[in-house]
């Protein structure tokens, strides 16, 4: 089984910076395909960035393009998504997620973490 726990999540005003951190089980970060995922109140979740080191793939939703950056550090298991210039619809639970390749639908994904929530206020 697959633990994933993310972190990093807060409040930050309109036009500042975040960064969420994921610790992964040993052995699994560079196997799989990890994923960054958000979920707004009364909104499906949706894809973020994604990232596979097997297959050199990275990977982000069109609205996330150049503010977001995706990125991990193989020696600390963790996966990271730097995140600037938010916005008020940034606002949501991010999660992270491990599959087997890099994809935008959750269903291709087998693990998930908890979520940490993301405010931005504007």
């Known amino acids: 089984q697959v633990q994933l726990v993310e972190s990093g999540g807060g409040l930050v005003q309109a036009g500042g910076s975040l960064k969420l951190s994921c610790t992964v089980s040993?052995?699994?970060?560079?196997?799989?395909?990890m994923g960054w995922f958000r979920q707004a109140p009364g909104k499906e979740r949706e894809f973020v960035a994604g990232?596979?080191?097997?297959?050199?793939?990275?990977r982000y939703a069109d609205s996330m393009k150049g503010r977001f950056t995706i990125s991990g550090d193989i020696l600390k298991n963790t996966l990271y998504l730097q995140m600037n210039s938010l916005k008020s619809e940034d606002t949501a639970v991010y999660y992270c997620?491990?599959?087997?390749?890099?994809?935008?639908?959750?269903?291709?994904?087998?693990?998930w973490g908890q979520g940490t929530q993301v405010t931005v206020s504007s």
């Open positions: 990232i596979s080191w097997r297959g050199g793939v990275t």
């Open positions: 040993s052995g699994t970060f560079i196997s799989h395909a």
């Open positions: 997620a491990s599959g087997t390749a890099v994809a935008l639908q959750t269903n291709q994904y087998d693990n």
